[in-house]
């Protein structure tokens, strides 16, 4: 297995993170202080709650994509050992976040860190989130969101990416939706549009899809160089 982490990217988003989540926290506390010592400014202290609030979910989307333990691209890396060196994992390189290229094809993986219970509704064609408090939905942004949705856009923009420099040659890119928290329970995920897997089983599920038209070896070496 080859893996390739764009590490730079990711200790500058992890920094970044850190810095709005402070300045959201002390954005809320001067809103706190105003309120008491200026009372007069009454309303300063709502601009200061949004543009706090707002600070701190932006830090903390960051933080649960390039600070939380453990982070997705570690859970991949450590998911796919054993595989042998037809696999390729790019992740933060290329315009998916995390690009699988194998005998079997060409991936572009989304990953969620989210526990409790996901369903998919086939009746409703989406999928149900349950067991996780709302507090944690809404301050520790464990709320799934939409998938299906950014699986396809991730497979898009890849594939667009990969048409441009490849023209008529370009292999299909499979989307693929992994969940890295162990503490995760998937029903009825065998209808799903697109495959969802757990982090644990990445490596069985890899192993066992039949070979398809994939990357060559030179168009491997162009994809990136390191």
């Not at 706190?32 to 830090?59: C, D, H, K, Q």
């Not at 949705?149 to 990969?162: A, D, F, G, M, P």
Request: cysteine-free; charged content about 20%; overall charge positive.
């Amino acid at each position: 297995m080859q893996i390739y982490t764009n590490e730079t990217l990711i200790k500058r988003y992890a920094s970044i993170s850190k810095v709005l989540s402070t300045s959201g926290i002390l954005v809320l506390l001067s809103g706190l202080v105003i309120s008491f010592l200026r009372p007069e400014w009454y309303s300063m202290p709502f601009y200061t709650l949004i543009l706090g609030f707002m600070l701190a979910n932006i830090g903390m989307f960051l933080a649960n994509k390039y600070v939380r333990n453990p982070r997705p691209d570690i859970v991949l890396s450590n998911s796919l050992k054993g595989l042998d060196d037809r696999y390729f994992l790019y992740q933060y390189i290329l315009p998916a976040q995390h690009v699988i290229v194998s005998p079997s094809g060409v991936y572009a993986v989304i990953t969620k860190f989210q526990s409790g219970t996901v369903e998919w509704l086939s009746e409703k064609q989406n999928i149900k989130h349950r067991g996780v408090s709302l507090y944690k939905r809404i301050f520790a942004q464990e709320s799934i969101g939409q998938p299906i949705i950014e699986s396809q856009s991730e497979t898009k923009r890849l594939y667009k990416y990969l048409y441009a420099k490849y023209g008529e040659d370009t292999p299909d890119v499979y989307p693929l939706i992994v969940f890295t928290n162990p503490k995760i329970d998937l029903i009825n995920i065998k209808k799903t549009p697109i495959p969802m897997i757990k982090a644990k089983r990445l490596n069985a599920y890899l192993r066992k899809q039949p070979k398809k038209h994939t990357l060559n070896d030179q168009q491997i070496k162009e994809l990136y160089q390191p």
